[in-house]
């Protein structure tokens, strides 16, 4: 009889889910559902790089001559034992600048990496010739969150993500997210903006979020299922034990009348 009772609460389980999960369409799954075969996409979404207070950057410069481009980068820790000593980072503060050798303060903020490269090779002419300065934003990170396989939050390799990509790191939506209604929220020097965008809709190649920013943060909301779903948990709990009873009480009545 215990297997029985199990037999129609797998049963009951089963045909809930069945209910909750059953009403996804394609129109709710599918990316960019308005773009034709064998169309071509031209995207004018035209993306760069700025920086932002509290980022993280590695500035290197060399010349050929080695010993004239020295006093530029910050190094630290002494070279021993064949191992080479750190380069040490510059971190943009709250006025936007960083405070780079020999020059002083140099405000970058809002400004891309061919730009601030642009920057700093002007003001190095005094002292250099044809300096060559490379550029890396280290703390490039993005945050994905909601209905989503892996949420998380991801270093960024390079310069430029986009909303697909950031995606592509956390496994993509659960068949639960809402894919056309996914909001970015982007921090602007203090200032939080919150967009919404649509990936049913090809027009998501021109959306201003389309390319993240550094500590974008990414959240994938749960579709009217998924909420139902929830809502149902405490009541489907209570229907089980009602029907767990029940089964246990005909159980019981069945026995004493053999």
Do not use: W
């Not at 993280?56 to 080695?66: F, G, K, Q």
């Not at 190094?75 to 034992?81: F, I, M, S, V």
């Not at 489907?236 to 159980?251: E, K, N, R």
Request: aromatic fraction near 8%; proline fraction near 3%; hydrophobic fraction near 40%.
């Amino acid at each position: 009889m215990l297997t029985k009772t199990n037999s129609y609460r797998n049963s009951f389980y089963a045909l809930l889910l069945l209910l909750i999960t059953s009403c996804a369409s394609k129109k709710d799954v599918v990316y960019f559902q308005n773009a034709s075969a064998y169309e071509t996409l031209i995207s004018d979404n035209s993306y760069s790089q700025k920086f932002k207070v509290d980022d993280v950057i590695s500035i290197h410069v060399s010349t050929l001559d080695p010993e004239a481009s020295i006093p530029f980068n910050l190094l630290k820790g002494a070279e021993e034992g064949g191992v080479s000593p750190e380069q040490v980072d510059y971190i943009i503060d709250k006025n936007g600048e960083i405070n780079f050798p020999v020059l002083g303060n140099v405000k970058i903020i809002g400004l891309s990496s061919e730009e601030t490269r642009q920057l700093l090779k002007s003001k190095l002419e005094p002292y250099l010739k044809d300096p060559i300065i490379n550029i890396r934003l280290k703390n490039f990170t993005i945050t994905v969150l909601g209905e989503v396989n892996s949420p998380g939050t991801y270093l960024v390799n390079g310069e430029q993500i986009t909303i697909l990509e950031a995606l592509g790191l956390a496994k993509d939506l659960t068949i639960r997210g809402v894919r056309d209604n996914i909001l970015v929220i982007r921090d602007f020097n203090g200032s939080k903006i919150y967009t919404r965008i649509d990936l049913t809709q090809k027009e998501a190649l021109n959306s201003p979020v389309y390319y993240l920013t550094q500590n974008d943060v990414v959240y994938v909301e749960p579709n009217k299922s998924a909420i139902t779903s929830s809502s149902l948990d405490n009541r489907a709990s209570i229907y089980v034990s009602i029907v767990s009873l029940l089964i246990t009480s005909t159980v019981i009545l069945i026995s004493r009348n053999r």
